[in-house]
């Protein structure tokens, strides 16, 4: 939780006090804070330690040492795992003023989850900050997106360094797939994952006229129900052509239309295939299976 020093400046103690008393954090001066951050970039990359640099500079008051240390930590955690360097939207301190703070640049991934009520207003001050330039991933998870917010997301220069999207459990209307996948400005992305987030058919044909994911490898459509109408919309999606790994669970597919896939995937780079056992009966899982191999492809349920 967050303490106050004499100056009534906020502080994030709680991953910082195995190191200094709160004593010592609450009178901290630059020198103490630069102190602190080399005692953390010392030790080997890990959560932990993410999570005490972040208490640190959310901590630590603006000043001209404080933007030379995040720049210099920036170079640092280059060497990290990117899904290391996270933030949670609900956290006050990533924002200000309507938009991203000065910690957002050491941030790599950004979690919007479970919120209902903000998660459109802090989606569009991501997609609005010239700090989220960096940024490789974005999660959205069980909240409500505005679909002014997604487009401004979808559209934003300032988002297009994105290589991971994972949507999950939250609607997206036919119109928000349509910007998607025909005005994106997300051309780097690797892997897009759209879980449960209610995509229908009629959805899915807007993503067979256009390819605008060149680098797209991991795809995840599971759980949107859509059926093999929803699927035949995707089977000659341009985008689908350079995906290796594709998930498809608990959309209703049926064998003849698992076995059109496979086929109309010959040729093409997919390695992967995971689309569930339910409804599917033993004898013709095992012809897929057969069917699978021939293509040199892992069918998994």
Request: with cysteine.
């Amino acid at each position: 939780m967050g303490k106050s020093d004499t100056a009534g400046r906020p502080l994030r103690v709680g991953p910082l006090l195995g190191l200094r008393s709160l004593a010592e954090l609450q009178n901290m001066d630059d020198s103490g804070w630069e102190r602190l951050l080399g005692e953390l970039l010392a030790r080997p990359a890990s959560a932990s330690v993410w999570e005490a640099v972040y208490a640190l500079f959310a901590s630590w008051p603006e000043g001209s040492r404080k933007s030379a240390a995040v720049a210099r930590t920036e170079l640092h955690l280059e060497a990290w795992d990117e899904a290391l360097r996270s933030a949670s939207a609900g956290d006050v301190d990533l924002f200000e003023a309507g938009s991203l703070s000065s910690l957002a640049t050491l941030v790599r991934r950004i979690e919007i989850h479970r919120r209902v009520t903000q998660g459109s207003n802090e989606l569009e001050a991501v997609a609005r900050s010239p700090r989220a330039e960096r940024l490789t991933q974005l999660d959205i998870g069980a909240s409500e997106i505005h679909s002014f917010s997604w487009r401004q997301a979808v559209t934003s220069e300032f988002l297009a360094g994105l290589t991971s999207v994972s949507v999950r459990g939250t609607v997206l209307t036919t119109d928000d797939l349509n910007c998607l996948f025909n005005e994106s400005s997300w051309s780097k992305l690797v892997t897009l994952r759209l879980i449960n987030v209610c995509a229908r058919p009629r959805a899915l044909e807007y993503t067979s006229a256009v390819s605008p994911f060149p680098q797209l490898r991991t795809v995840d459509l599971s759980r949107n129900h859509f059926g093999n109408e929803g699927g035949r919309a995707l089977l000659h999606a341009p985008w689908l052509a350079s995906v290796e790994s594709l998930v498809l669970r608990d959309n209703g597919l049926s064998a003849k239309f698992l076995t059109e896939l496979l086929d109309a995937k010959l040729g093409a780079p997919l390695k992967v295939l995971e689309v569930g056992q339910k409804g599917i009966s033993a004898a013709a899982w095992e012809q897929l299976q057969r069917l699978a191999q021939t293509h040199a492809v892992v069918l998994g349920s």
